[in-house]
C-alpha cells in the first residue's frame, strides 16, 4: 500500500514538474510578439473616380469613415463634373440641330484613348452618341474598298460618333506589323485627305486627336496591365512588338502628320503620360470647336498648351529631332 502511494506521488510529482516546464515555455512563448500582417499591410485600392467630389461635402456621422485624398484627384474630379456638364449641353444642342459630328482617337497602344472616350461618354445620352472600336477585317471586308466598313458607321443628323482608333489603321499599325503592303499604304495615304475632304464640305464636323506616349510609360503601362486581372482584356500579342518597333511608329506617325494634316481636318496632338491631364485637355479642345448654348467661359475651356499640340507644331518638331538621338514623343 505504501508503496504504491509513493509511485503515485512520485508520479504527481513528475506531472507537476512537466507541468511547470509547459508554464515556463507557455510564458517564453507569450512573450515573443505576435505578427498581425493582416492589420500591418498597407491595401492598396483606389476609390472609384466622382467619389471624391460627391462625398467632400458629407458631415461626419458613425456610419461613415474619413479617407484621405490627393488635392489633385479632388481637383481633376471637380473639373471632370463641369466638363461632362458642359458635353451634355452640347449633346443637347447638337440633337436639336442635327448637327454631324466625328472624332477619332488615334495613338499608340496603351496611349489613353480609351480611357478619354470613356469619360466623354459617361453620362451622355446613348441613343446619340456611339463609340466605334471595330475587330480586325473579316475575310469579306478584306475584300472590299479599304475605307467601306468605316463609313457606314458615320453619323445620321443629331448623332456624335467616336472612332476608337479609326481608318488610321493603315498609316502607323497596319505597315509597321506588315498587315498591309508599302503600296496599300501609300495610297491610302494619298486618298484620306481627300475622303475627309468630302466629309466636312458635306457638312460633317470631324474632329482628329492622336494620343502621344513616352516609350518608359507605355512600357509602364503593359506591365500594369499583366497584373491587374481588370486590365488584362486590353492585352493583345502586338503590345510587347510596340515597344521593339518604337522607332518605326515614330517615322509613320512622322509620315502620316505630313500626309494628312489639312487645313480642314488638322491634327491635334494630346500628351498623354499624366492620363488625367491629357483627359481633361482633350475635353475641353473638343468643346472649344462645338458652339452650344449656355457654354460656359471660353476661358475656363483652354487647354494647357503643354498637353495640347498643334499637328503642325508636332510636325515642325519631329523634323528638327528625327534624325537626332533624342527621345521624341510618342
Not at 14 to 25: G, I
Not at 254 to 267: C, S
Request: charge should be positive; glycine fraction near 4%.
Amino acid at each position: 500500500m505504501k508503496k504504491g502511494t509513493a509511485m503515485k506521488l512520485k508520479t504527481n510529482h513528475r506531472n507537476s514538474s512537466s507541468s511547470k516546464k509547459s508554464a515556463k515555455a507557455g510564458k517564453k512563448a507569450a512573450d515573443i510578439p505576435t505578427r498581425k500582417p493582416d492589420k500591418e499591410k498597407k491595401l492598396k485600392k483606389k476609390l472609384i473616380e466622382h467619389t471624391a467630389h460627391k462625398n467632400k461635402q458629407k458631415p461626419e456621422s458613425k456610419g461613415r469613415r474619413a479617407v484621405w485624398v490627393k488635392r489633385t484627384t479632388l481637383n481633376y474630379e471637380d473639373e471632370l463634373h463641369t466638363l461632362q456638364i458642359e458635353l451634355l449641353k452640347m449633346q443637347k444642342h447638337v440633337k436639336k440641330e442635327g448637327v454631324r459630328i466625328v472624332v477619332l482617337f488615334e495613338g499608340r497602344d496603351a496611349a489613353g484613348k480609351g480611357g478619354t472616350i470613356k469619360r466623354i461618354t459617361e453620362h451622355l445620352n446613348p441613343r446619340g452618341t456611339r463609340v466605334v472600336a471595330l475587330q480586325a477585317p473579316s475575310d469579306t471586308e478584306r475584300t472590299q474598298w479599304y475605307f467601306q466598313r468605316y463609313i457606314q458607321h458615320l453619323p445620321g443628323g443629331g448623332e456624335i460618333v467616336l472612332f476608337d482608333r479609326s481608318w488610321y489603321n493603315r498609316a502607323m499599325v497596319e505597315p509597321v506589323m506588315s498587315f498591309c503592303t508599302d503600296e496599300q499604304n501609300k495610297r491610302f495615304l494619298k486618298d484620306v485627305p481627300m475622303l475627309e475632304e468630302m466629309l466636312v464640305k458635306d457638312g460633317i464636323k470631324l474632329l482628329k486627336y492622336f494620343f502621344s506616349v513616352s516609350k518608359d510609360e507605355q512600357l509602364r503601362r503593359f506591365d500594369s496591365r499583366e497584373t491587374d486581372p481588370l486590365k488584362q482584356y486590353k492585352l493583345s500579342p502586338v503590345d510587347r512588338i510596340a515597344q521593339e518597333k518604337w522607332d518605326d511608329y515614330t517615322v509613320r506617325k512622322f509620315q502620316m502628320l505630313n500626309e494628312t494634316n489639312r487645313t480642314l481636318a488638322p491634327w491635334t496632338i494630346i500628351r498623354s503620360d499624366n492620363k488625367k491631364r491629357a483627359r481633361i485637355n482633350c475635353i475641353k479642345h473638343l468643346l472649344l470647336q462645338i458652339d452650344y448654348d449656355a457654354k460656359i467661359d471660353e476661358t475656363a475651356l483652354l487647354p494647357d498648351p503643354e498637353i495640347v499640340i498643334s499637328g503642325i507644331d508636332e510636325i515642325r518638331y519631329l523634323e528638327e529631332h528625327l534624325l537626332k538621338t533624342t527621345d521624341l514623343p510618342g
